[in-house]
């Protein structure tokens, strides 16, 4: 048995969906994707993929914003890896990863770190992926569960922080 409901959010991300779509309506709908079927850490309810495509100057806008938040506020909302796309002089993609510090991603702390799974990378080029995942609490070939959530998961309380912080952002 595992530690949390059956397709159901860890509470961390359930306030982060909330307060996200709260304050950007470009998220509001189907722009966040959360639990999905395929025994992934979506199926954990540990998941986010905020739809903001990386080639669009708008929506790389809004997502560079989430994602200086979400580094500024880390120590709050906990959060454990981020995956998402800038874009170099040529039209090249910079796919990187930014561990959070939690559940053993490797890279250095809050920095950008290259992702070099090229198929993952460009899979992260039209979203931000971010995730409360602890590899070490897989449950071994578990599909419906996949992982028990580790207590950073069970973070709350940063939604006003992080609304206020979204919309004194220069965009609005
Ligand atoms: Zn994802």
């Given at each position: 048995m595992a530690n949390h409901p059956v397709n159901t959010l860890c509470p961390a991300l359930a306030e982060l969906v909330s307060a996200l779509q709260s304050v950007i309506?470009?998220?509001?709908?189907?722009?966040i994707g959360t639990i999905r079927q395929d025994g992934s850490r979506h199926t954990a309810g540990l998941a986010a993929d905020i739809?903001?495509?990386?080639?669009?100057d708008y929506e790389k806008m809004i997502a560079d914003d989430i994602i200086a938040a979400l580094i500024d506020m880390q120590g709050q909302i906990r959060w454990h890896d981020i995956l998402y796309t800038d874009w170099l002089p040529g039209n090249r993609p910079f796919h990187y990863h930014i561990p959070?510090?939690?559940?053993?991603y490797g890279g250095h702390r809050l920095m950008k770190n290259p992702n070099h799974n090229t198929a993952l990378g460009q899979a992260h080029e039209n979203h931000i992926h971010v995730d409360w995942v602890d590899f070490s609490l897989r449950i071994p070939?578990?599909?419906?569960?996949v992982y028990d959530w580790p207590s950073?998961?069970?973070?709350?309380?940063f939604s006003q922080g992080l609304m206020s912080r979204l919309m004194l952002s220069s965009r609005l």
């Open positions: 309506p470009e998220l509001r709908g189907n722009g739809m903001l495509d990386s080639t669009d959070g510090g939690g559940g053993g070939g578990d599909t419906v569960f950073d998961a069970r973070s709350t309380g």
